[in-house]
């Protein structure tokens, strides 16, 4: 019997007008079949819903992940230099020549980050004071909100500062905000916070609610002034052609600056976040694919339905000289055209979906009362979707073959169907 099921679907697909008549007849069944044409209708709504679900929960997982990754490299690199005691990078005009002619390196720039307390009208925060040079700022102007970057120059107190951590401290263009530093100069009573107050300038919004609501920017020899490091700095940033491959790209850096400074990459700055990404996507595309599963369930049992109905017709279309073959095609075309126009079904409304997605998720939190899509928790500021097209290809590719799969038993028992015994009574 499986030899006869596989040579039977092995055989040509193309369906002779006969057949094709047949199988549009049992596609649209009559009034009498409503039950069969309404489970064929619900099996074509579950398995749209189905490929609509698998395409937006994988599109915008997969945004999720390259927005995370876009704007963190885009603010801390591919990987930063770092010493590998801690503290400042001694020597690091040094080290930053050797990093620019490492060959793959597309950039590489000073850095400070030191984390302080910043105050305002009695209201505290906690910060990262952030040092770059002149460049790296003017790079920020695409994200400024309000102000002017240009105002940040050596020498000049005047800083920018992130959305969130403007509207948390209540801060207004040209405000004084006090950044404190614990490490102060020592004092015949004790060591006294350093505490310096900076105007405001101009104020930015990268869209991950971290960095929004913590950093503060200003030039490094700014930084260096209020952290007392001297010609110091904190690390250097590097940019590289290929960030899948920056281990690869930077070991020539590691292998030279072994002893002397730490490389550490995206990757493993954000190990743990990445991971837990990977497999929640993992995770949540086999938990959907079960729903497809059921949609191929719901077509099968159409079929089945349909192939008892019809079995006087069959057996009368045997008499008239069509061959199992014929029939196997009838009822794999009838539940193929079911799956087909489902995934196609499902691919357009999963892109409209996709296309509305922040309006939706406006909308259900303010019917529900919740905050479907807090930056707070989901570190991006608004909902992301990136999608590709070979997953497109599989999830419709999976969705139509489980469809074939579901029509082959149905198709096998109407084939085998004897006209003999199902004429016999009547």
Request: aromatic residues 8%; negative net charge; without cysteine.
């Amino acid at each position: 019997m499986a030899l006869q099921l596989l040579w039977i679907v092995a055989a040509p697909v193309i369906l002779s007008p006969f057949e094709w008549s047949i199988a549009k007849r049992y596609m649209l069944p009559g009034r009498s079949e409503a039950v069969i044409l309404l489970v064929a209708a619900i099996s074509i709504v579950v398995v749209a819903l189905s490929v609509a679900l698998l395409l937006v929960v994988m599109s915008v997982m997969n945004g999720f992940r390259a927005d995370l990754t876009d704007r963190i490299t885009a603010l801390n690199g591919h990987a930063v230099v770092q010493s590998t005691y801690g503290g400042g990078l001694e020597d690091w005009q040094g080290v930053l020549e050797e990093v620019r002619g490492t060959p793959g390196v597309t950039r590489a720039s000073p850095l400070i980050e030191q984390p302080l307390l910043a105050t305002y009208n009695g209201r505290a925060e906690g910060i990262f004071v952030r040092g770059n040079t002149p460049e790296d700022i003017e790079r920020m102007a695409p994200n400024v909100l309000a102000g002017d970057l240009s105002t940040l120059q050596p020498g000049q107190r005047n800083v920018a500062i992130g959305s969130r951590l403007q509207q948390n401290l209540g801060i207004r263009l040209g405000d004084t905000i006090t950044i404190v530093n614990p490490q102060g100069r020592p004092t015949p009573f004790g060591t006294v916070p350093r505490q310096v107050g900076y105007t405001v300038t101009a104020v930015f919004e990268i869209g991950l609610y971290d960095f929004d609501e913590r950093f503060v920017i200003m030039p490094i020899p700014n930084a260096q002034t209020l952290l007392m490091m001297g010609d110091q700095i904190g690390m250097i940033e590097v940019q590289v052609d290929d960030p899948d491959n920056v281990g690869e790209i930077l070991q020539p850096v590691v292998d030279q600056l072994a002893g002397r400074a730490l490389v550490t990459d995206w990757r493993s700055m954000n190990a743990a976040l990445f991971e837990a990404l990977q497999v929640e996507r993992v995770a949540m595309f086999f938990a959907l694919s079960m729903i497809v599963l059921v949609a191929a369930f719901n077509i099968l049992s159409s079929l089945v339905m349909l192939v008892r109905s019809k079995s006087r017709d069959i057996a009368i279309i045997r008499t008239m000289g069509a061959t199992r073959r014929s029939l196997m095609k009838i009822f794999v075309t009838t539940g193929s055209v079911i799956g087909l126009v489902g995934t196609l079904a499902g691919l357009l409304l999963g892109t409209l979906i996709l296309f509305f997605r922040n309006g939706i998720a406006h909308g259900l939190s303010t019917v529900f009362g919740v905050d479907v899509w807090d930056p707070s928790v989901r570190f991006l500021s608004e909902l992301p979707s990136r999608t590709d097209p070979m997953e497109v290809l599989m999830i419709a590719g999976m969705a139509m073959g489980l469809s074939f799969l579901a029509t082959l038993y149905p198709a096998y028992r109407a084939a085998n169907t004897d006209p003999v015994e199902v004429l016999r009574y009547e």
